[in-house]
């Protein structure tokens, strides 16, 4: 059984930073692409930031520079470092699991999510 569980989410104020941890089980984690998304109310699901399995990462716009993304094969965890928060910041945060076989199915997972507070 796949899991994927975050930690770390809180309420925080404008500017602060605040990390965030997903530890996954189930799965060989050093295969599979890692990203972090966010959904704020009302708002669509995105994607925050993600590193594949070599660590290549990318990130939306809006958190360059302020947002970082690491994993650690060694403790099947993807972690998201995240400064000088935003009260637009603000949203629920899911970590996701993916990988392509080589069949082509889509192997996708998706965390329960842990809710990020920004207070302006």
């Known amino acids: 059984q796949v899991q994927l569980v975050e930690s770390g989410g809180g309420l925080v104020q404008a500017g602060d930073s605040l990390s965030l941890s997903c530890t996954a089980s189930?799965?060989?984690?050093?295969?599979?692409?890692m990203g972090w998304y966010r959904q704020a109310p009302g708002k669509q699901r995105e994607l925050v930031a993600a590193?594949?399995?070599?660590?290549?990462?990318n990130y939306a716009d809006s958190v360059k520079g302020r947002f970082t993304i690491s994993r650690d094969n060694a403790k099947n965890t993807v972690s998201l470092q995240m400064n000088s928060l935003k009260a637009e910041d603000t949203a629920v945060y899911y970590c996701?699991?993916?990988?392509?076989?080589?069949?082509?199915?889509?192997?996708?997972?998706w965390g329960k999510g842990t809710l990020v507070t920004v207070s302006s």
């Open positions: 996701n699991a993916r990988r392509v076989r080589s069949d082509g199915y889509d192997l996708n997972y």
């Open positions: 189930g799965i060989i984690f050093s295969i599979y692409a």
């Open positions: 590193i594949t399995s070599s660590g290549s990462t």
